[in-house]
């Protein structure tokens, strides 16, 4: 089953690609047949352009026929193939489930009837397979070295006297040699008729892009070989040493300097601070100096003592109303009045609010000092979360179902979904009593299976989720299992296990 189902992922790979060819648009497919598909097929695809452009004069619509063409018929291929691979599987898999039991009670009687079941579930896929002969164009064989056409031909088993109740071990042994045989000869021909149909190479694909980098590649050598010393040049080493200064003095800058700075004021910042501008003393020593000219200067003018708790606000507004009286007759007020003394009070205040203004000021400067440091070095730090970022996703950038990102684990939601929509589409078949296509579905299911199964497992187990999923699965792929319990399963599936789970709701 292992081999079937290794081709039949070969197989859904490939349709998968056709038929996301076959869903694009004109220009794509016309991209695809010449420049998707090798040098070779460029070189022949641009001849014929330039050929239908000079006689027929309407080459794009030729050629997007031709792409359309080719696409539908490996779609066809493909198709018919997974159909008849798929039914196989289920056919192996019901027959050994079948003599799962039996075989452990009593296997010398049933192990013969096994092999003589699988043997002919091979003729019967023999006698399905049928393909368009243009397959068969090409020179090549599956086995060349013994001459035999590239046709699906099985060997079968030897007839056996019924009467007799057991096989020999050597009987056995060549049936079972047999059917390894059988399995080859299906990898050989599937092999053969993949190497038509299959997704192309990555380097096919991208072989331009590849070209266009070789190329740009070897002109970016020869100018650097032009440059080098080989050609008598110091271009490169001068560029190396301006390179390794500025790294150094970028380094210097906004590295080294600044952690130093914030080193420094984290855990020396009292011993390595000096004075600030204004002291706070000096600050109090300015405001009880105003506090006694005010309240020297309103028990005279009042005539009366005054407690000592009085606000300087209020003694302030005494000192205005007799400056305002004295003003009226300055020069003599300046010389026998409190002129004088009423304007050294209010140079007193605003010595206080400029000094005020001052202390604020340096202990707003005092506890920036880290702020600045760290200003210094934020491009230093936004150059490493760019790195981390690169770096994060390149070793993330894993987008197959057994990675670890959230493209990963949403490959591995939509292969449960998958599995969950072809055995909803295995009861439509059976309800609808078309059995070949119930086979093939419950086949495809399969398939889905053995997929997440291998993709799951490694998260799971991680999780201390794996025996329980694994039951799940198994239980999932039993044929006496009724449909809505399969998925009644799938539904849990979605909702407990965490390597089932969406990002967001993971704890």
């Known amino acids: 089953m292992e081999h079937t189902l290794c081709c039949l992922h070969n197989i859904q790979k490939s349709l998968v690609f056709w038929q996301s060819r076959a869903e694009g648009t004109r220009t794509q ?12 097929a460029f070189i022949d695809g641009t001849y014929e352009l330039i050929n239908r452009l000079v006689t027929d004069g309407s080459p794009i619509q030729h050629l997007c026929c031709s792409a359309s063409d080719m696409i539908s018929e490996k779609i066809a291929v493909l198709t018919s193939l997974q159909h008849y691979l798929a039914t196989f599987l289920a056919q192996v898999h ?10 452990t009670e009593d296997s010398d009687k049933s192990l013969p009837s096994l092999l003589v079941t ?16 243009e397959i068969y164009k090409s020179g090549n064989s599956f086995s060349t070295e013994r001459g035999s056409s590239c046709a699906l031909l099985f060997e079968k088993i030897p007839e056996i006297d019924p009467e007799r109740s057991q096989w020999t071990d050597t009987e056995i042994r060549d049936a079972t ?52 010393s080989l050609m008598r040049s ?48 000096e600050v109090k020593l300015t405001e009880d100096s105003l506090h006694r000219m005010l309240l020297a200067f309103c028990e005279q003018t009042k005539g009366q003592k005054l407690p000592e708790n009085i606000p300087d606000q209020e003694m302030l ?31 007193q205040k605003l010595k206080l609010d400029l000094e005020t203004a001052m202390l604020e000021l340096d202990q707003i400067l005092k506890a920036n000092e880290i702020n600045f440091a760290v200003l210094a070095a934020l491009p230093a730090f936004f150059i490493s979360i760019l790195l981390i ?6 070793v993330r950038q894993d987008k197959s179902a057994e990675g670890r990102g959230r493209i990963a684990r949403r490959q591995r939601r939509l292969l449960v979904v998958e599995v969950e929509k072809r055995l909803m589409q295995f009861q439509t078949f059976v309800d609808q009593g078309m059995e070949d296509d119930a086979q093939c579905m419950f086949g495809l299911v399969l398939y889905s299976l053995d997929r997440l199964y291998k993709t799951v497992e490694g998260h799971a187990k991680e999780t201390g989720e794996w025996l329980s999923l694994r039951q799940d699965i ?12 399969k998925l009644a399963i799938t539904s849990r599936m979605e909702r407990m296990y965490e390597c089932l789970l969406p990002s967001s709701k993971r704890k």
């Not at 699988?118 to 002969?133: D, G, Q, T």
């Not at 991208?206 to 002109?219: M, P």
């Not at 005494?318 to 209010?346: D, F, T, W």
């Open 474 to 485: 198994v239980d999932i792929g039993k044929p006496g299992l009724k449909t809505a319990y």
């Open 118 to 133: 699988i043997n002919s579930l091979f003729l019967k896929l023999e006698a399905s397979v049928c393909h368009p002969r």
């Open 29 to 40: 497919k016309i991209y695809f047949m010449i420049f998707e598909r090798g040098p070779r």
């Open 317 to 347: 507004e005494i000192v205005m109303a007799r400056y305002e009286k004295e003003v009226m007759h300055p020069l003599q007020n300046l010389l026998s009045g409190e002129l004088a003394r009423a304007m050294l009070i209010q140079i």
């Open 94 to 103: 019901l027959e050994v489930n079948k003599y799962r039991e039996v075989l």
């Open 389 to 394: 970022m690169l770096v994060r996703a390149w």
């Open 177 to 228: 040699n047999l059917i390894y045989e059988n399995l080859q000869k299906m990898d050989s021909y599937l092999s053969f008729i993949l190497s038509s149909c299959q997704k192309p190479r990555r380097m096919t694909l991208y072989w331009l892009h590849y070209t266009c980098g070789a190329i740009g590649l070897s002109v970016c050598s020869i100018w650097l070989l032009h440059h080098s």
């Open 234 to 281: 110091s271009d490169i080493d001068n560029w190396i040493r301006e390179a390794k200064e500025s790294t150094a003095g970028f380094w210097k800058d906004h590295v080294e300097q600044p952690l130093i700075s914030i080193r420094d004021e984290l855990f020396e910042t009292f011993r390595r601070r000096h004075k600030g501008v204004m002291e706070v003393d």
